[in-house]
């Protein structure tokens, strides 16, 4: 669920700083907020469905591939999201949180992000798993910098690259060769996407008050409103180089 890269957003938190306030304890610590721990089990929850639903959305999209090669590099992909749910399933059963009811809240944006970019062939299934996901991927590597160590840890690893990038990369550019009206189709496509997925993060944002204080400021540390508009920055800059990447226009 990333890029070809894995590179964090221009702008984004340094891994290397050392980390203060939150992110510079341990979940045991840290959790006895009992705000900052409903909103970290939001995080995990809204992650975990995003995985599930992207397995569900990778093996829908297996069906669209033009090769028997191509259906089984889907598949790989589809068992790699699954297997990052698992992970998140498993850590909100281990601080004493129900999974279902810690995933529910976000299922009904997440599914409308889904059923309204529905993807009409493969080329667009593949921009969008590569463009769709690396923009919450984004979202969530810029929540993580100021997590607690031991959820930074384990939102990072399951952000980790799928290899759906590069081979998205590969087989968009090769069909724009083939034939370059592609390109402006895929462009607008994208386009759309960028916009459905900010929407849909930004709502989720609103509509969850712990989420929402840890961005603001509050529970976490360093942010405010100004913060959160270069963060959306980052995201959108971030955007323009996978497009680029694709080779299609922003």
Request: hydrophobic share 45%; aromatic share 6%.
């Amino acid at each position: 669920m990333e890029t070809p890269d894995n590179a964090t957003p221009a702008g984004a938190p340094d891994d290397a700083d050392t980390p203060t306030g939150i992110a510079a304890k341990d979940w045991a610590t840290a959790s006895a907020e009992p705000q900052y721990r409903a909103a970290v089990i939001d995080l995990l929850g809204a992650l975990a469905y995003g995985e599930l639903a992207a397995f569900e959305r990778l093996a829908e999209d297996a069906k669209l591939a033009p090769s028997l090669e191509d259906k089984a590099e889907l598949a790989k992909m589809a068992s790699a999201e699954f297997h990052h749910f698992e992970r998140l399933r498993d850590r909100l059963t281990a601080v004493d949180a129900e999974p279902t009811a810690a995933m529910e809240p976000f299922a009904k944006a997440l599914d409308d992000f889904h059923r309204q970019t529905a993807p009409s062939d493969w080329l667009e299934g593949l921009v969008k798993a590569y463009v769709g996901d690396s923009i919450a991927s984004d979202f969530y590597r810029e929540v993580a910098a100021r997590l607690d160590s031991d959820t930074r840890a384990l939102v990072l690893a399951v952000l980790d690259d799928t290899g759906h990038g590069n081979f998205a990369v590969e087989k968009v550019r090769a069909a724009i060769d083939a034939d370059p009206r592609v390109g402006g189709r895929l462009a607008l496509w994208a386009r759309r996407l960028m916009g459905e997925a900010l929407s849909q993060a930004q709502r989720v944002v609103a509509e969850r008050d712990a989420l929402s204080t840890m961005l603001v400021g509050g529970v976490a540390d360093g942010f405010d409103l100004a913060e959160v508009g270069r963060m959306f920055s980052r995201i959108t800059e971030a955007h323009t180089k996978r497009m680029a990447a694709l080779g299609l226009a922003a």
